[in-house]
């Protein structure tokens, strides 16, 4: 357990919103088992900011050039982090996303300072969809294989992951590696609704950034396949267009939108509402996934889930109970997936019941909140 003095952790991340949006309810669980909590981003926005302080936390910025690699001011991210360190007597670095995580490590190295990173998904640089990615990937396995290499435990959120790098060399054998579900999700934020579902006007969800590796392409592209046969069929979309080599067209979704093929939603801050409003959650991703926040919250919510057998998503769906899963990148099979509800409405109810159980038996905040604190307590 936590000694007297309020032993102090250091958050560190690429993106200070991913502090309020993803790890809220870990850092109130760090606060209530007496730890003093430090935040580190880059470029902490006002509301941020304050939301953080009114906790108690203290806020630290350092600089990070979220993309692409340039040796002197990846330098300065460490020696920043290495002062931050120092300066506020940090007993314990946690670090999550790829950059935080290389650079926080080594820099609790050079601090002799415990380090337990967190690996929430391998994403764009492991998704091999184009060059700059497996050239990303080769120099990405480089550097954890350097900066994990001294941390005292890795937490992962799906065994998938786990084994592809010890398979890589990025971990020896005796290194302690961890496995949470995700990032958890709080029930009661995305409380459960019933879903009695008879007709045929079903409607179908996709959230997430707009780019091809989380699907996109291949939700609009079933939608267009299908709504001449089920014209009451709705296929609705909520994300950013994302300014990234892998976005989506904005012209197509412009025009799918204006032909009332999709519904376009643009970013929502109040997701949960038009979760609530729809029938089937679909993220056909191949984009290497933790666990993926909006399938967790649409289990919570109680809907069925259609996504890919790929992982960190094959582990939100038990098959043919709360949904189905698709092999990647295959439309045939996301068209059927989506066929099977529209034509069988009445199974939206009881997968969405099931859906909604397995948030509680497996992905509920507080089991997952639990086990981190588990894990940091035996490692300070």
């Known amino acids: 357990m936590p000694s ?9 991340c690429s993106l200070d919103q991913s502090l ?5 309810d870990m850092i109130k669980s760090f606060i209530a088992n007496g730890y003093k909590v430090f935040a580190g981003a880059p470029n902490f926005k006002d509301n941020t900011s304050q939301t953080l302080s009114d906790l108690g936390v ?10 692409g690699l340039n040796p002197w001011k990846d330098l300065m991210s460490v020696l920043k982090i290495r002062n931050i360190i120092i300066k506020n007597e940090i007993d314990l670095l946690f670090p999550y996303t790829i950059k935080p995580v290389i650079y926080g490590s080594l820099a609790g190295r050079f601090t002799n300072t415990p380090v337990i990173s967190l690996i929430t998904g391998l994403g764009f640089t492991f998704s091999k969809s184009s060059i700059k990615a497996r050239v990303l990937q080769k120099v990405t396995e480089v550097l954890y ?6 941390n005292n435990a890795i937490i992962f959120q799906n065994s998938d992951d786990v084994a592809l790098f010890r398979k890589k ?4 054998k005796n290194q302690n590696t961890q496995i949470v579900d ?8 995305y409380p459960f609704r019933e879903n009695n579902k008879v007709s045929d006007k079903i409607i179908f969800v996709f959230v997430a950034r707009l780019i091809r590796e989380k699907g996109a392409d291949l939700f609009m592209d079933a939608a267009q396949k299908l709504k001449t046969e089920f014209p009451k069929a ?4 909520i994300g950013n267009i994302d300014n990234s080599p892998s976005s989506i067209s904005p012209n197509r979704l412009s025009e799918l939108n204006e032909r009332k093929i999709i519904t376009y939603h643009g970013f929502k801050k109040n997701v949960e509402n038009y979760l609530t409003n729809s029938d089937v959650f679909v993220l056909p991703t191949y984009y290497r996934e933790g666990i993926p926040r909006s ?3 649409a289990l919570s919510i109680g809907m069925p889930i259609i996504t890919t057998n790929t992982p960190g998503c094959k582990e939100t769906v038990l098959r043919n109970e709360n949904g189905i899963l698709v092999e990647p990148k295959q439309l045939n099979e996301l068209i059927l997936g989506i066929r099977f509800f529209l034509e069988n409405p009445a199974s939206i109810g009881p997968m969405g019941n099931r859906s909604r159980k397995l948030a509680e038996e497996r992905f509920n905040v507080d089991i997952i909140n639990d086990m981190i604190l588990k894990i940091i307590n035996n490692n300070l």
């Open 295 to 297: 399938i967790l919250e």
């Open 234 to 237: 709705e296929f609705h979309i």
């Open 58 to 67: 203290v806020t630290v910025e350092f600089p990070l050039q979220r993309t």
């Open 145 to 150: 294989k350097i900066a994990l290499s001294k």
């Open 169 to 172: 060399g990025i971990l020896n």
């Open 182 to 189: 995700g990032s958890g999700i709080h029930l009661e934020r």
């Open 4 to 12: 007297k003095k309020c032993p102090s952790i250091l958050i560190l």
């Open 20 to 24: 309020i949006s993803f790890r809220l």
